[in-house]
C-alpha cells in the first residue's frame, strides 16, 4: 500500500510501472540500460478513490492525465532504474496530495489610501507625458 494522506492508501496493484531507453548523455549507459521509469496510474479506474476525489484529481491534473484518465508520471534524473523508481513514486504522493488539499478561502483585503492616492498620482503622471506627446495644436 502507499500512503498519500493519513487516510488514503492506494494499493500497489493500481499502478504500473515500464521502464525504457533514456535520452540525453550519458555514453553507452544510455544505449544499454533502460533506466527511464513511466508510472502510470488509472484515475477513473481506481478503487481506492472516492468520486469526489477522482473528480478533484482530474480537474486539478488535467494537463497530466491523457484521454483515458490515466496519469502518467517519467522519471529520468538519475541513471538508476530503482532511484527513478521511487523518485516517480515521490512525486505521484506529492502530485496526488497537492491535488487533494482543499484550496483555503482567499481573505478579502482592502486596498489602503496611500495606495491609492499613489496610484492616481502615477496615472497623473502618465496622463501628462501622454498629452505633451499628443499633436494638438501642432500647425496652429
Not at 500512503?3 to 535520452?23: K, Q
Not at 541513471?79 to 478579502?108: C, G, I, W, Y
Amino acid at each position: 500500500m502507499i500512503r498519500v494522506t493519513n487516510e488514503l492508501l492506494i494499493p500497489e496493484n493500481e499502478i504500473t510501472f515500464t521502464a525504457s531507453r533514456s535520452g540525453g548523455p550519458g555514453g553507452q549507459n544510455v544505449n544499454k540500460v533502460s533506466s527511464r521509469v513511466t508510472l502510470s496510474f488509472d484515475v477513473w479506474g481506481s478503487t481506492a478513490l472516492s468520486q469526489e476525489q477522482k473528480q478533484k484529481v482530474a480537474s486539478k491534473l488535467v494537463t497530466r492525465i491523457n484521454k483515458d484518465g490515466v496519469l502518467r508520471i517519467i522519471s529520468q534524473r538519475t541513471r538508476s532504474q530503482e532511484m527513478n523508481r521511487t523518485d516517480a513514486l515521490e512525486r505521484f504522493v506529492d502530485l496526488l496530495n497537492d491535488a487533494l488539499t482543499p484550496e483555503r478561502p482567499r481573505v478579502k483585503t482592502r486596498m489602503p489610501r496611500a495606495a491609492k492616492e499613489r496610484r492616481m498620482e502615477e496615472k497623473k503622471k502618465r496622463r501628462v507625458i501622454k498629452e505633451t506627446r499628443s499633436k494638438k495644436g501642432w500647425d496652429s
